[in-house]
Every structure is written in C-alpha cells, then in structure tokens.
C-alpha cells in the first residue's frame, strides 16, 4: 500500500454527521433550538471567521462577514416572545473585520443606499425575529442568531445558545414548519387555484371537416377552389351555403361568389375580411408582441353559414336631390416596431408582463438640438377644406432629465410639449390649418431642446395620427370611408380612382351592396363609383375594393377533428414542442414516463389557434388542477427569439415565446419561472419549468443524446468534483470562501478557479486554460460568481462564446450555476447557457442563470440555498432544487430587498432537463485508526465495503484551502497514509472517495 505524507493536525471526527443546529421541541405554540460551537478560528490569510460546525455567512452591505444561522419559520408571527440561553462566551481574539460595500447592480452605475452601518458594535442583539412575507396565508417570520459578536476590535463567541419561542397556539394549532426542512409540496397552495380562462374548446374545433387559415395583415381575403385544392381540401360538390368561417368563438360573415348550380366549383371564390392578430385589449400600441398571425377556421357541410345581407344602393335619383359629400374625415395611424427598447428603470411595473406598454419604437432616436424627421404619405387630402386635422404624437422619455419637445409638420410649428423622466406622454393638437398637408410625402419632424439640467436628452416615438379631411378617391384600389355629417335626404357617394370595374362594396363589414354604377373616365383615365344610401348615420362604414386588390390568405393547412382535449392529460412530465420534434424527443418522454404535446394543439385549444404564452400557461394550469397524477415538470423544447426580434431580426422566425417580465432597474427580461407559477399572490412555484433552447433539429439531437446519455450513466468518480470559481472582485471571493464549507463537509472534491492573481495569493489563480483543464477531469457542479455578459463570463475572460470549439469535456457533463448577467438568457442565439447545453462535444448537462442583471450580494444570496440543497442528502431533480432554493431565498430576502428578491427569482432561468438529478456519491461511515494518532504515524483509511477501488482523497487546511486536487491513493482500501514528523497546528480535514461495484461513496473527516 501507498504511503503518502500530509501535514495535519490530529482530531478525528466524521464532517458530515455534525450539524451546528438541532432542534429540541417543536409543538404547537413553541419551538426550540439549540446552537452549539465546538471550534473557530480566524484565517490569518482572508480574516475571515472559519467554525466547526459550520455555519452560514452574514453577508449584508455595511456590516461585516460573521458566521450565524437564519431561518425561515412558517407558522410563527413576528410577535412572537424570544428567550435566549448563553453559555461559554469566549474572546476569540482580537479582530479587524471586513466591512461590505452598498448592494449594486452588476455591470451598470447603480447602487442602493447603505440604510445602517457597523459601528464597532455588532450586533445589536444576538437573535432578531424579522417579520416576513406569509406562506399560502401562514403568518411566517425569519429568524437570526448571532453566536459571534464583535465588540471595539474584538471577537466573542458564544459557544452555546438555547433558543426558545413561544407564540398564541389561536394563530396556529399545528407545529412550525422550517423552510429548509419543508418539501417544496407542503409549500404550494392549499387553497382552489383560480382556474385559467383560456380552456373552453369552440364546438367547430369537433368537426370532421376544417381547415385553418391564416392571415397577417388587417384586409379583405379571398380564398378560390383551386388555392383550397392545392392544400388537399376538396370542396367540390359541397353546398356553399355550408361554408362557415370562424374567428375564436365568433362567426365570420362570407361573401361566396357561386354559380346557381348549389355546388362550389373551381371559379367560385370566398370573400371575408380578416384582422391580424390583435394588442392585448387597453394598450394604446396596436402591434401584438408575439405574432401578426392569427386564425380563422373554415368549416363545411356543418350547417348554413353567415353570409353578409345584401342591399341595393341604385344611384336612381337626380343628383340635384342628393347630397353629394366633397370629402370626409380620414383617420390614419403610423406606428413601426423598428427598436426594441428594455425600458429600464420603470419600476412601477416591477413583475407585470412586459406586453402592458409598448416596447417597440420607431427610428431614428431622436436626441437634443436636431430635427429628427419622419416621413408618411398621406393620400388625397383636402388642403383646401375648413375643416382642419388633428395631430396625436405619443414619445416616451428615455433619460431621467426634463424634456422640451417641438413637434411640426412639413416645417409649420404644430405644439411644444415638456415632461420629464422615462414616462411616455401623449401629445394633442386640434384643428390645426389643413394647408400645412400635402398629397404624398409629408414630414413630421420631432425637436428636442437643451435645457439647464442637461445637455444629453433621448426620447422615441411610438406612434402618431392624423385625422383629416379627405376626397374620396380610392388607395390602391381600395378605399375605407364615411361622412362626417347626415342631412335629411339621400347621400350619394362618388369615389374615383378605380383601375377597373369588377368592384365590391361593402357596408360596416355586414352587408354586402349591389346596383352601384362603375363610369369610366376619360380624361382621369380611372374608373367611378356612384352609389346612393339612405340609411347613413355617423356610425356609418363602407368600404370599396377591386377583386384584383384582395388577398390571398398567409397559409391554408387541413386540419383534423379534435378528439381527446388536452385537459384530458394526466401526466408527470409534458414536453412542449412543435409536432416536427417528436421523434426527437420521443426517448426523453419515454423515459420520464411523459407525454409529448404539440404546441400547436395548445394554441388550438388555449387560444383558438393563436401562438400566446398566455396559452401555454392557461395549459399547465389546467392540467396541474386536474386530478389524477400531478403535473411535476414541463420542459420547452424551443427557442424563445425575443432577443433576436429585438435585434431587429427580420420577421418573427420560429419559437415557443418565453414571458417578459419587468424586473427591477432593468427593465423587462425572457423569463420561463412565470409558467410555473399559478398562485400571483404567493409566487411560489407549482411546477418545474425549463427549456431545451433550440432553433433546430440537429441542436436539439445533441442535447437530448446528452441527456439521455446522463440519464443512464453510471456515476463515476469525478461526479464527485465540484469546481468554484470567482470574479476578481474580492467580495466574489469572500462569496467563493463562504460556499466551501458546506460542500467540502459533503465530502466533495473541491477546486476553486479564482481569476485574480492576488487575491489574498495566487493559489487558485487560473485562466480560460485552467477552467478547460477541469472540465476535461470531470466535474459534477460548477458554480461561477462575478462579472458577465449574455455570452461571456467577463473576468479575465475565462470563458466566452467563442470558445466553445475549445470545449472536449465530452460525457463528463457539470450542472452549472452562473451568478451574474445574462447568461441564462435563452432568448439570445448566442446566450452561454444555450451555447454550453447545445455543445457537441461537451459543454454542461443543465445551466442556471440569469437573463438580467446581476446583483453583486443577491446573487450570491440566491445560490446560497441552493447548493445548501444541492449538497444535501435529499434526493431532488435539478427542478425542485431550483423551486425551493428560490422559495427560500424569497422568504429570506424579501423583506431587506423586496424589489430585487421578486426580479431575481422571475429572472434566473434553467436551462436543460428538469427532472435531471445530479449523480451523488453515497455516503460511507470511512473507518481512520487511531483516531488520535501522533505526529510521523501511519494511519489506516479502510471501509466496512467488502469490495472498493479507485480511491481518491483530498486534503483540506485549517482555512478550507485545499492541498491538493483530487489524487488517486490506491486502488482498493485500506490504504496507509503515513503522518510528517511535523505539522502546523490547526483543523486539518480530508476527503475520501472510492467506487464499490457500480456505486460511488464518499466521506469528510477532521483529522
């Protein structure tokens, strides 16, 4: 056997079998603790405070790094009475702390305010019942408790507190629960979850017999016998008075055009107007977010359809009885999504969908002391009319200054409007002079001024309209007009401009109108419309087009029958992706004992064939209240492109559409947490949801290949390597330090990766080579803390997008939480998480991050937990561990950052399968004799395992620094380990692993 020398302190204890807190009695009305310190010491290389048994780091701007313990406890109101016990204060020694700087924002100039500070005192009092948010209507509060103190330069520990809470059993019969304890079920709502809306299935959608048609332009349709032929749907034969067409849950009015045979044939066309998918109802934007499609399904042999009423408009009586209108008010609104705009710092909509105010603007931007101009054409005015236009401008702020905004038209002052902030307004003027329009091209011009605050100012402009007067002369064909005024005879109405003759026209989309009169014009070379109506009121809406300017529909697809609705899911784990990555998919699903649906069909069935994530949502919701087995885990297997339509992509390519949620200081981000999420006043999640973010099959082969591959590995000895690596800030290595303990008293190999040279040495110092180096030996977790970028980890580079044709990890996959900005913003074709999971020959097994900005203290706040989980011997998926980290550090921070807390659990994303379990080592009882051994001894490592090989160990230091990497000691145990004849005093510890058959063990011990 090996004989291998390590310097070590001898006081032999299994880690992982020591916790720091047990609780005593927990009962109605009372709850009892206990905090028990066995040893501590102050790291001479950092100062910070190292504790056996380990506890938490109080991380809070303003005060200094000092162990306690905190806890959420449901069930116990902030009023609760606090008894506390102290035995064996002791003075540590003397201690110049550490003092944190002001919570910011990473990457951006923005901090908050310290709101207290240390003052050689702290703390105040040692244990603190802080009341916060309730748990599903619990009174719940957060307690701390300080065992250390530091009093003018020096430390004191209290080695043994008893903690004691007693409270009215009227507010609760039952014991308390304590968060980090609590299964993320007993968290969810016990009330009646509001049930979605979206769920009611139209009985056409049951028909044998349907097609969908899409369209993505506001317009008159037609649609022919041979176009519908094309698509393989044969209406030959059929009557048309059985053709239907619907929109949602209403029926749309047709115009057939058929012989008198009763059957429609190859030259009959049908004839509708369609809407493009419409802006939520009360936004003041009339572009919808996600697509211009929208659905109308054609139905036949289904009964007698709705058909426009006809009605007969003869020009039969003398013009000089007629009232013949010149012109008549025209309104027109210019609205161009050509930016996309984050609309940061408005945190008045902290965690409303991002749809609720427009998002998408205009260009130029327009900046101070320059006109910025915009041109439109406008057709057929009546320049010469007394009746004057109206101008709307709607413009938002972009800067936090004053704003003076001049607004003209084709060089005419219009009105000059002030406000100020990053607020939109919405700007009027009236009866304005109709000789300052032109016919055609038209200039309006934007112009801001300077003024004493500043000389940098920023706005854009959203939308505006005009109304005005106009002749009746038709736009390309096509004309939409009305009268402004009713007299007590009969209106006639001449509209020119007409190519041809073959016209239709119609009447508030209701009636169709027949008997008109078509003259051709000579000397306007065009063609005239008369027609007379003596039923015109102000509401009144005609509409006149030629054949050959109606179009043709988007897409025509042939449809089946609805069968078995969606609701009728009961299933663990759905799947949610187009129908064309089924097979893909299919060993994924097979595995999780899953179902497949295709997104289309929630469309279908949520929003009457319209893509929506209101929709998707509505889905889940549905199936989750539904009973028989519970809905656990959704997985979108899809890109979600917001990032790419906001980079001004062409068109809207593919996706399933993330939700984007305004956060704060930042504005709105891609956020998937929101489909988990069915109760709005709690926010804690009823499912697990993630994504597989691809745009093709190919990307999306690879990533369930890696999947499924890890799935059904066997676990091998680097899946017990973790890997932290740390920003060159030195908060971030303070953040790094305080993970180690809890990990290394796992019995985790651990290796830290810290990208400045000297911070407080270079020990851990490493670079883009030293991170591919680990992923090539193999590491289950890496964790990185710091600076970064949707496709970047920013310090020292140390890793980017470009570099991924340098990772050949292969199988040996990590789960990976990245703690800063934007990479695990799957919206981006580019974001690192999406890169790392679609690695061909690498890269991670799931990805963890954020797709807003970082939070210096937050974001370590927010992984806390979750390696606390993680590490645990609770066997969770990757899922529940992401929901009940979050939950937790909702609870725990809501009340400090309450704005922060609520962006940061909407924002941090999971990326990968969630129903993935992390492979962990089981833990073995490893013998070590003697237990005291003497300095220059042999000790013996052995394990009651009867079979055992590749045995690794690691030695840790007194400051958790560790020796060595993971190191192959043997092949089989027990092995010798042979002790210095000197050692530096302190708490030495090592970390044993080794395989026994297909199973790998692992244990900590103090030495």
Known sequence: MKQIFIILFILSELIFAKDAVVIKVNRPGQLIFEIS????????????????????????????????YQEVLIGVPANAAVKVFNANIELVDSYKPNILGPEKAKGVEFELPLKSQFDSNFPKQNVKLISTRNVNGVPSSKIEVFPFSIQDDQLFVTKNMSVQITWDTNILSSPVKILSKTPSYELQTKRRLKRPTENMIPEYQFSNNIAKIVVDTSAWYKINNSELLLKGINLDGVNPSTIRLWNKEDEIRLYIESGNDGMFNNDDIIVFYGEKNPSPEGVAYDNNFYTDDNAYWLTWNTGEGKRFSEMNVSPDQPDSIVYIPNNYIFKKKFERDDVYVRLNRLNQYLLQTWDIIDHFFMSPQVIVSKPFDFEFELDTPDTLSNKGFDLEVQVRGMTTSEHNLDIKLNNHLITNAEWTDRNAIRIEQNNINSTYLKNGKNILSLVLSPNDSTLHDLIYLNWYKLKYPRY??????????????????????????????????????ETVLGNYQVYYDNQLDNYLLKFQDDGVQLSSQFEAISYENLLNVKNITLESAIINPLSSIRSGYVVIAPDSFATILAPLVEYHDGTFVNVDDIYRQYSFGVMSPYAIKSFLNNIYQQSGAKLEYALIAMQSNLNDWRRGVIGKPPSIPA????????????????????????????ISVSRFPVSKKSELQTIVNKTMYYHNRNINNWDNNSLLISGTDVGFRYQSEAMVSKMKNNGTFLSRLYTAPSIPDSSFYGTKDT???????????????????????????????????????????????????FTGDFS??????????????????????????????????????????????????????????????FLSYSEIYPEIAASQIFQYNLIGDPAIKVKKPIKDDVKIVPLDPEPGEDIEISSSNSQSDSVFYQIFLPNNYSQNQSTLLGNSLPEIISLPDTFSQGIHSINVSFKSDDALYNSSHLL
């Not at 066995?38 to 005060?63: A, H, K, V």
């Not at 939700?659 to 009823?686: H, L, Q, R």
């Open 472 to 509: 009746f002369q038709t736009d390309n064909d096509y004309l939409y007009f009305s009268t402004d005024s009713i007299p007590n005879q009969t209106i006639q109405f001449e509209i020119s401009g007409f190519s041809n003759s073959n016209i239709l026209l119609f009447k508030n989309r």
């Open 659 to 686: 939700m984007s949620i305004f956060t704060y200081n930042m504005g709105t981000v891609a956020c998937d947490y929101w489909y988990s999420v069915f109760d709005d006043e709690y926010w804690i999640p009823n």
């Open 771 to 821: 991170l591919m180096m680990h992923l090539n030996r193999g590491l289950a977790y890496i964790n990185f803390v710091g600076h970064g970028g949707g496709a970047v980890w920013a310090d020292n580079h140390v890793l980017h997008r470009n570099d991924m044709g340098e990772i050949s990890n292969h199988n040996k996959l990590p789960f990976i939480t990245s703690m800063t900005c």
């Open 37 to 68: 310190i066995d040893s501590t010491w102050i790291s001479s290389e950092d100062q910070l405070i190292r504790t056996f048994p380990n506890l938490d780091t109080y991380f809070q701007p303003g005060f200094p790094t000092i162990p306690f």
């Open 828 to 889: 981006f074709s580019y974001g690192l998480g999406r890169l790392m999971l679609a690695n061909e020959n690498g890269g991670a097994i799931a990805w963890y991050g954020a797709s807003g900005l970082g939070w210096y203290y937050n974001d370590y706040y927010m992984v806390q937990p979750l390696q606390n989980l993680l590490f645990s011997d609770d066997d969770l998926t990757i899922g529940e561990i992401i929901n009940l980290s979050k939950t937790q550090y």
